[in-house]
Each structure stands twice: as structure tokens, then as C-alpha cells.
């Protein structure tokens, strides 16, 4: 049982470049979702999915897509990176639908720097 | 504006030396909130969720307590492998999700 994983672990990419993390789940959660984190800030949440074949934005969207490819998988993907992407990126799941007492458990964590 | 506080910032204590971390909140409809731990390099691990005030739980040397303004993280006699940022979040309204920016914790021997 790994719980949340995510690949790649760190990624270096120039400006204008595109790339997909990757995050997968063995706890059949319901809920996925994708944050990222930045020094002297908290988790902010990018999108999430409450259930297989839903996704909706979070509070920082832009220059972001998601795709849940089954109910295992949710994929979030840089189409033209920003330097003002560099961030730690979590993904986490819960049993969810998103109700009050979903608790979120988290993956390892992407590190991407945008150069 | 919904805010989520956390504070101190940082602390270090020595081994033993007992304290309590902060997190107040300014939202409307409060449905849960919950505690983390993160240590360097790794995603946040699930401590404890609070659904009303006056609630506590406890786990070994940790208890979180929750009021309708805030929450206090209480660590009695900590050891060095309590080192580590807490991260404090509140879920509200129709559910909603936010984090506070942690407080780094350092318990010197």
C-alpha cells in the first residue's frame, strides 16, 4: 500500500517548455487534488476532482490543466512554463465526495524550478 | 477575507521544554479543521481534524484544541524527531480548503 505517489520527484525546465506530474493513488479515494507550495506561504490549492470524470479549479488555476484519467490517476500539466511556477507541487486524495470530514493525505511532492 | 494565521513563524525548544503553536482563523462556516506535519523534504502527514469548539484530541505528545476563533497545537516535553513544520488548515463553507504558512518547530537536545 504506497498511498499517493508522484513522478518526477524534481524536474528542471526552461521557460516556455511543457510537462505533466504525474500522481496515482492505491487507496480507492474518491477525491484528488493538486496544490503547491511556496516559502513563506501555505498549500494553496491549483485544481482538484471530487469524483472519476469531474474536475474544477481551485485558487490558483492559471497556466494549469488537470486530467483524471480514472479513478487511480490525476495528472496536472504545464503547457508553456513560468519562471513563477517554480513551487513544490503536492498532490493528496481523500475518500471524499468533499465533505466536511474529508481528510486529505498527501504524496511526497514534485520540485520544479522554471528557468 | 478568509484567513488562516499561524504563528510563531518558527520556534526552537529545548528537549523537555513544553509549548503550545497557534492557528486563528477568519472564516465563515467552519466544518472541520485539521493538522499537519511535514518534515523537510516530504508531503504533509495527517495529525488531527476538529469539528467544534472545545474539542481535543491527543496523540503521544501532542494535543490540539479548538476554540470558534482558533487552535493551539499543544507539545508537551518535546524530543528532536518532533522537529518539523506543523501546517494547520480549516475547511469551510462549501468546503473550501485553506492552509496556513506553518510554524517551523526545532527541539535541541
Known amino acids: 500500500n504506497a498511498g499517493v505517489t508522484q513522478t518526477p520527484k524534481f524536474q528542471v525546465l526552461k521557460t516556455g517548455q511543457s510537462m505533466t506530474l504525474q500522481c496515482a493513488q492505491d487507496m480507492n479515494h474518491n477525491s484528488m487534488y493538486w496544490y503547491r507550495q511556496d516559502p513563506g506561504m501555505g498549500l494553496r490549492l491549483i485544481y482538484y476532482s471530487a469524483s472519476e470524470g469531474t474536475t474544477d479549479k481551485g485558487e490558483v488555476p492559471n497556466g494549469y490543466n488537470v486530467s483524471r484519467l480514472n479513478k487511480r490517476e490525476f495528472s496536472l500539466r504545464l503547457e508553456s512554463a513560468a519562471p513563477s511556477q517554480t513551487s513544490v507541487y503536492f498532490c493528496?486524495?481523500?475518500?471524499?465526495?468533499?465533505?466536511?470530514?474529508?481528510?486529505?493525505?498527501f504524496g511526497p511532492g514534485t520540485r520544479l524550478t522554471v528557468l | 477575507e478568509d484567513q488562516v494565521t499561524q504563528s510563531p513563524e518558527a520556534l526552537r525548544l529545548q528537549e523537555g521544554e513544553s509549548s503550545s503553536l497557534n492557528c486563528s482563523y477568519t472564516v465563515s462556516g467552519l466544518r472541520g479543521l485539521f493538522w499537519y506535519r511535514q518534515d523537510p523534504g516530504k508531503g504533509p502527514e495527517f495529525l488531527f481534524t476538529?469539528?467544534?469548539a472545545g474539542e481535543e484530541k491527543e496523540k503521544e505528545r501532542l494535543k490540539a484544541t479548538l476554540t470558534k476563533k482558533e487552535s493551539f497545537l499543544h507539545i508537551t516535553a518535546p524530543k528532536p524527531e518532533d522537529s518539523a513544520t506543523y501546517l494547520c488548515?480549516?475547511?469551510?463553507?462549501?468546503?473550501?480548503?485553506?492552509f496556513g504558512a506553518g510554524t517551523r518547530l526545532t527541539v535541541k537536545p
Open positions: 493528496a486524495s481523500s475518500a471524499g465526495p468533499r465533505g466536511f470530514s474529508d481528510t486529505q493525505y
Open positions: 476538529l469539528y467544534s
Open positions: 488548515a480549516v475547511r469551510y463553507n462549501n468546503n473550501d480548503m485553506r
